[in-house]
């Protein structure tokens, strides 16, 4: 009878005995400390991967802007024709001092490079966040108005409900306040 069970539960896979396991492979197994450190390594892999591929992304869009893209721990940006301008501009300056006059040498030499004018990148997020931050602002103010209104409002029924209220000694309403609350109505359907 055991046999037939054994062979049940090993036919069932959603059974909730543990089926035994052999020592090859007990063995075989990686135990906690290795699989961790087989983790960590594969989570280090990783980050190099896609730093690797940033750098490459990088170097792309140097290259795409007209820069030599630095290399190694020294990425700075440099102007690939930068260098041979220099040269150039020495070897100018030599033969222009020679022909020159000693009053010509205080001008000015050589001409100024233009800067290229680089796209900002982050032009379209500005604009956006500037256009949220005044409606922001706007929606606030609005707000704010609202308020001071619903205050005003306040402030105004309570002051006709007080009149309102007012009554004589034989408590009938003050005739004058309700005649007086009358006109402002009518006054005010037929001011607009």
Request: proline letters at 4%; aromatic letters at 2%; glycine letters at 6%.
């Amino acid at each position: 009878m055991s046999s037939s069970s054994t062979s049940k539960h090993a036919a069932n896979p959603n059974s909730n005995r543990r089926l035994a396991v052999t020592v090859t492979q007990f063995a075989a197994t990686p135990k906690g400390s290795i699989r961790q450190l087989h983790k960590f390594r594969d989570k280090k892999q990783k980050e190099v991967q896609h730093r690797a591929k940033l750098l490459r992304g990088y170097q792309k869009v140097m290259k795409k802007e007209g820069y030599e893209a630095g290399t190694g721990a020294s990425r700075k940006r440099r102007d690939p024709t930068s260098s041979r301008r220099e040269e150039q501009d020495d070897d100018n300056k030599d033969s222009k001092k020679e022909s020159r006059p000693e009053d010509e040498e205080s001008a000015p030499t050589g001409k100024r490079r233009k800067k290229v004018a680089k796209s900002d990148p982050f032009a379209k997020a500005r604009q956006k966040a500037q256009e949220a931050k005044e409606g922001r602002q706007k929606a606030q103010e609005g707000r704010a108005q609202r308020d001071v209104e619903v205050a005003q409002k306040l402030v105004a029924r309570k002051k006709r409900g007080k009149l309102l209220r007012q009554r004589t000694k034989r408590g009938q309403p003050v005739m004058k306040n309700v005649i007086t609350d009358m006109l402002q109505q009518i006054q005010k359907t037929t001011k607009p």
